[in-house]
């Protein structure tokens, strides 16, 4: 900003290489906001300021704050960035940082764990991330997961707590720092899921938030409970197309006056108001009611980037709130019970990940011949039976008009300039909860310019779409030329800086014009 006129200018950007095929595919860059990281902590190797971003492409992108990246400006024409990290899903909210013990950086794909990456360094001192671990504990499988946040005591090394919310699941913690690969779960009482996008807000030793309903919470300690409830209460395996009932028990810690009702956030769970008590309790008396997980009509349909549910295998949960009229004060009059369970799948289940293979770019260079890159897809059968193969097909610039994948030469044909040797034969199996490996491989058989494939597999688990994409350029070369004392410039063939005479006492300057010819961002290493 000019402190003069107050008037704003574009001084720096960043745009992806490839936001064009993200757009094509619903996959727009940005869903994952951006974080400024602490400069005492994530700096080095020149680089003083860094920031982390992500979108719905299922790329985390580590930038430089003082040089974003601009446009095409990296290797092969691809992006510019001090790393490119992919994910498994999309990346909405925000990523969280800690800047104690050693760096941290934390996100959550739709659908998926929340990762832990550290900071570290490569050969030339350039801060790089590394995955340490993960929670155990998976998102909500729809849009909405919170902006992850860290707080410790007074900064003191060990009691970092790691926050977010989830629209399932409500509010949830672990310490921050992973112990052998896992992000340890602090338990909490549940609340009735959470708005989309939350950040907790924390003061004088609580954390606050709201859930799906607008009530606000204030989590702390101690709080007076009115009742001991069963929670969480465990459903175990439930397979689609079944349906499981649990008991939970409850026993009055003060006389109540009333037992008002019950809620539930996820409705394929099912209580009745019917099942509760309909008059007091004294301090000790207990009464049961059933909760049942109705999967009976619940069929495989995953929506991860939108704003309602999923069904799909996978660890899912909920809250059953309680409300109730106490006989004593200063008690709460809601009590949470957490409701948990697996979803399984009898039948096959398809999953692909990643959904966005990044091949990045390529140098094409007559002298080394064609270069190719290499990266993995898994495709997985999340089901509990075993899943046919029924076809591969790609499309580029129109989605509608699929082309099936056919073998040539030993390679299947994954689309203009995508191949691998090692898919699955179509009519073949995959093994119930079994993930099988698939190198795709780019080669930019067309020369210089953008690729790019919208890549399916059918089966009788399901249909999924992933895209394929790389760029390939040409190299950079240097080009120099000296000023003449005209204001022009001598051509490239005469590198002679010829300063005439200069009488003593005077000077005489003369220009030397660094230029680049080819596809490519050049790199100066040394003057």
Do not use: H
Request: hydrophobic letters at 35%; one cysteine or more.
């Amino acid at each position: 900003m000019n402190a003069a006129s107050g008037v704003l200018s574009l001084t720096d950007y960043f745009q992806p290489f490839d936001y064009q095929n993200s757009d094509g595919n619903d996959q727009d860059f940005g869903s994952g906001g951006i974080v400024l990281l602490d400069p005492t902590v994530f700096s080095g190797g020149g680089v003083e300021k860094m920031a982390v971003t992500a979108g719905k492409n299922g790329k985390v992108y580590i930038l430089n704050v003082n040089n974003l990246g601009g446009y095409r400006l990296g290797t092969g024409q691809g992006d510019n960035v001090l790393q490119t990290i992919v994910t498994d899903e999309s990346v909405f909210g925000a990523a969280g940082s800690y800047p104690g013990e050693g760096g941290w950086i934390y996100f959550t794909p739709v659908g998926y764990a929340t990762y832990a990456y550290q900071l570290g360094f490569n050969a030339a001192g350039i801060p790089q991330f590394t995955q340490v671990a993960k929670t155990n504990e998976i998102s909500a499988g729809r849009v909405g997961v919170g902006i992850p946040t860290v707080t410790t005591l007074n900064g003191e090394a060990g009691t970092a707590i790691l926050w977010m919310t989830d629209p399932d699941a409500g509010i949830r913690a672990w310490y921050a720092v992973p112990q052998n690969g896992v992000l340890v779960n602090i338990p909490l009482p549940q609340i009735g899921g959470a708005n989309k996008f939350q950040r907790p807000a924390f003061g004088d030793g609580r954390v606050y938030t709201t859930d799906s309903n607008g009530v606000l919470y204030c989590l702390g300690s101690p709080v007076n409970l009115p009742l001991n409830c069963t929670s969480p209460v465990q459903f175990g395996s439930v397979a689609l197309g079944t349906k499981v009932t649990k008991t939970v028990t409850c026993t009055a810690n003060i006389p109540i006056t009333k037992v008002v009702g019950l809620t539930i956030e996820n409705a394929y769970f099912e209580a009745s108001n019917a099942s509760l008590p309909t008059g007091s309790l004294a301090t000790g008396q207990s009464f049961s009611f059933p909760v049942t997980w109705d999967l009976t009509n619940a069929n495989s349909a995953n929506a991860a980037n939108a704003s309602y549910g999923n069904i799909s295998p996978g660890v899912k949960s909920t809250p059953l709130t309680l409300t109730t009229i106490n006989g004593v004060a200063d008690y709460t009059t809601s009590f949470p019970v957490g409701l948990t369970g697996t979803e399984v799948s009898n039948s096959p289940f398809l999953g692909v990940s990643p959904n966005t293979v990044d091949f990045g770019g390529i140098v094409v260079s007559s002298s080394s011949g064609v270069q190719t890159e290499t990266a993995s897809i898994s495709i997985a059968n999340q089901g509990q039976s075993a899943m046919t193969i029924i076809g591969y097909a790609y499309t580029t610039a129109s989605k509608s008009k699929f082309t099936n994948s056919t073998v040539i030469n030993g390679a299947w044909d994954l689309g203009y300039g995508f191949t691998t040797a090692t898919l699955p034969a179509i009519g073949s199996k995959i093994s119930a909860n079994t993930a099988v490996s698939v190198d795709a491989v780019f080669n930019p058989v067309g020369g210089i310019g953008d690729y790019v494939s919208y890549w399916q597999v059918w089966t009788d688990g399901g249909t999924a779409n992933i895209v394929l994409e790389g760029t390939a350029s040409t190299a950079p070369i240097a080009n120099f030329s000296i000023s003449t004392s005209e204001g022009g410039w001598l051509p490239p063939t005469n590198l002679l800086m010829d300063f005439g005479d200069v009488a003593p006492g005077s000077s005489a300057s003369l220009q030397i014009r660094i230029c680049i010819q080819g596809g490519s961002s050049l790199e100066i290493d040394k003057s």
